[in-house]
């Protein structure tokens, strides 16, 4: 089998897909869509109030695709975390990916309520991307 992906260039493209095997030559015009942004999350909480410790047992920002008609898989290359304590200096950790650096799980191990985290420049590249994505922010007020 001979198999090409698709990677549109703008949107509504088509695509010819052409099958050709012994007694069967035939084409169909299909449209290519890109994959739609993906929904950052926390969990399964796009922010909001949140308990501390539902918030110190997650890994990191997980990127979701939802109502979608396909099984693609987009994955987080960063984001930054900054953490506002009550009556505090805002902190912030850098992370790489969407799993949590040591720095930032320091900072959410010390979530305690009324702080607030904000998770900003949430990053994404989904298949066929040359370029990440712009997810843009969630905010967790610790409870």
Not at 2 to 24: H, M, Q, R, Y
Not at 82 to 93: E, H, L, N, T, W
Not at 116 to 124: L, S, V
Request: aromatic share 10%; proline share 7%.
């Amino acid at each position: 089998y001979v198999v090409n992906v698709a990677k549109p260039t703008k949107k509504g493209e088509f695509a010819e897909i052409s099958v050709s095997a012994p007694g069967l030559n035939d084409k169909k015009i299909f449209r290519v869509k890109r994959i739609p942004d993906p929904i950052p999350k926390l969990g399964k909480s796009r922010g909001g109030a949140m308990s501390s410790g539902e918030f110190r047992i997650q890994p990191g920002v997980f990127p979701v695709l939802e109502g979608f008609d396909f099984d693609a898989k987009c994955g987080v290359t960063g984001f930054r975390l900054v953490q506002v304590p009550k009556r505090k200096d805002p902190i912030v950790s850098v992370n790489k990916g969407g799993r949590f650096t040591q720095e930032s799980m320091a900072m959410i191990k010390k979530a305690k309520a009324s702080d607030k985290f904000f998770f900003e420049d949430i990053k994404a590249k989904c298949p066929g991307d040359s370029a990440a994505r712009d997810l843009g922010g969630m905010v967790f007020n610790i409870r």
